[in-house]
């Protein structure tokens, strides 16, 4: 993974890497920094930072409590069947599913 500004050299030698671009504001003014990857990027691997701001993380933690607590409250067979489905639908999705 390399980061750093656009430029000529690194398109020209980082063609067949994956590229993501982030805009952002300086004090001189919007910059657009650039990741290149020579791997597919998959499934986040620190979930704590789900969410794009402080409200949006904290209504998803509420989220996961509230699903949380409904689940156990479901008897066994049906926290079972609820899990398979979860699994299924889960690995259908990364199969198919750009998530970068």
Same mark, same amino acid.
């Given at each position: 993974?390399?980061?750093?500004?656009?430029?000529?050299?690194?398109?020209?030698?980082?063609?067949?890497?994956?590229?993501?671009?982030?805009?952002?504001?300086?004090?001189?003014? @919007?910059r657009?920094?650039?990741? *290149?990857? /020579?791997?597919?990027? %998959? =499934?986040?691997?620190?979930? +704590?930072?789900?969410?794009?701001?402080?409200?949006?993380?904290?209504?998803? @933690?509420r989220?996961?409590?509230? *699903?949380? /607590?409904?689940?156990l %409250? =479901?008897?066994?067979d049906? +926290?079972?069947?609820?899990?398979?489905?979860?699994?299924?639908?889960?690995?259908?999705?990364?199969?198919?599913?750009?998530?970068?």
């Open positions: 993974m390399i980061s750093g500004y656009r430029c000529e050299k690194y398109d020209n030698a980082l063609a067949n890497w994956k590229r993501v671009d982030f805009g952002y504001a300086t004090r001189m003014g @919007k657009t920094e650039s990741l *290149w990857l /020579n791997f597919e990027p %998959s =499934l986040r691997h620190d979930l +704590r930072f789900v969410g794009w701001d402080f409200r949006g993380r904290q209504s998803f @933690k989220k996961k409590e509230r *699903w949380r /607590n409904k689940f %409250s =479901l008897p066994m049906q +926290r079972q069947a609820i899990v398979e489905d979860l699994n299924d639908a889960f690995s259908s999705c990364v199969e198919n599913e750009n998530t970068f």
